[in-house]
């Protein structure tokens, strides 16, 4: 997909979106944004080991993007690159290919080519809520 085909399915449109890096804490930029999506209509799975079993805006929080038994349209990182070493062979184990969303401040050009060559659309650098704010109106 162009740029914009996935603004308006995945941003402009509400999607499901898997949050890898998810985190209960109000003083997180990912909560802020999760609250956002979350009030927009957009399905949320919030992923992360350290909340496994908990809930992040109402969504039960899981370990591993294999947790989540729905399909998702959107992967959105919010994990540093240093952080995100599993993270491609994780994406291997949803059955379908979605977008990979790379936040500010996760971005990471080896991953992000490695993924493209991959098949993947990848959109990096970009914040969702801030785009559908600028963009979906």
């Given at each position: 997909m162009?740029?914009?085909e996935i603004?308006?399915?995945?941003?402009?449109t509400?999607?499901r979106?898997?949050?890898?890096?998810?985190?209960?804490?109000a003083?997180?930029?990912?909560f802020?944004?999760?609250?956002?999506?979350k009030?927009?209509g957009?399905t949320l799975?919030?992923?992360n080991?350290?909340?496994?079993?908990?809930?992040?805006?109402?969504a039960?929080c899981?370990?591993s993007?294999?947790?989540?038994?729905?399909?998702?349209?959107?992967v959105?990182l919010?994990?540093?690159?240093?952080?995100?070493?599993?993270f491609?062979?994780?994406?291997k184990?949803?059955?379908?290919?979605?977008?990979?969303?790379?936040?500010?401040?996760?971005?990471?050009?080896?991953?992000?080519?490695?993924?493209?060559?991959?098949?993947?659309d990848?959109?990096?650098?970009?914040?969702?809520?801030?785009?559908?704010?600028?963009?979906?109106?």
């Open positions: 162009t740029r914009d603004v308006t399915k995945c941003v402009c509400p999607c979106v898997a949050v890898v890096g998810a985190s209960p804490k003083e997180r930029p990912v802020g944004v999760m609250e956002y999506l009030g927009e957009f799975f919030p992923v080991p350290a909340y496994a079993g908990t809930e992040i805006h109402g039960a899981v370990s993007l294999g947790d989540i038994a729905s399909p998702v349209d959107v959105a919010f994990l540093s690159a240093k952080m995100q070493s599993a491609h062979e994780e994406l184990t949803l059955p379908d290919k979605p977008v990979v969303w790379f936040q500010p401040g996760a971005e990471n050009e080896e991953l992000e080519r490695s993924l493209a060559e991959a098949g993947y990848v959109v990096s650098g970009e914040c969702l809520m801030a785009l559908r704010k600028g963009c979906c109106r």
